[in-house]
Nanobody, 125 residues
């Protein structure tokens, strides 16, 4: 059974940093694209960042470019999101996701078939 388990969320002041982790288990994720999405109260789930298998290719939402960095450790089956210069607009539940087949795009929610349970990130002003 595939499991994605996020950790590292919490409460931080504006301007601060957090590092999210996602532990993947249940199968090999060789060749999978992995990503981070987030969902704020009353809003749709939105793309944050994604990384290819080799970590050589990454994409980011415009709202987080230059502040967030996605990375993965394939030997450990881990995915990370380093978040710097956080602001209150970053407050959301953050989800780890994985897909073996991209049809519409790395930033498209429907393309991901494995999801974690989410971790809350709250940024106070």
């Amino acid at each position: 059974q595939v499991q994605l388990v996020e950790s590292g969320g919490g409460l931080v002041q504006a301007g601060g940093s957090l590092r999210l982790s996602c532990a993947a288990s249940g199968r090999t994720f060789r060749g999978y694209v992995m990503g981070w999405f987030r969902q704020a109260p009353g809003k749709e789930r939105e793309f944050v960042a994604a990384v290819g298998w080799t970590s050589g290719m990454t994409i980011y939402a415009d709202s987080v470019k230059g502040r967030f960095t996605i990375s993965r450790d394939n030997a450990k089956n881990m995915l990370y999101l380093q978040m710097n210069s956080l602001n209150p607009e970053d407050t959301a539940v953050y989800y780890c996701a994985a897909t073996e087949r991209v049809v519409m795009g790395w930033d498209k929610v429907p393309d991901y078939n494995y999801w974690g349970q989410g971790t809350q990130v709250t940024v106070s002003s």
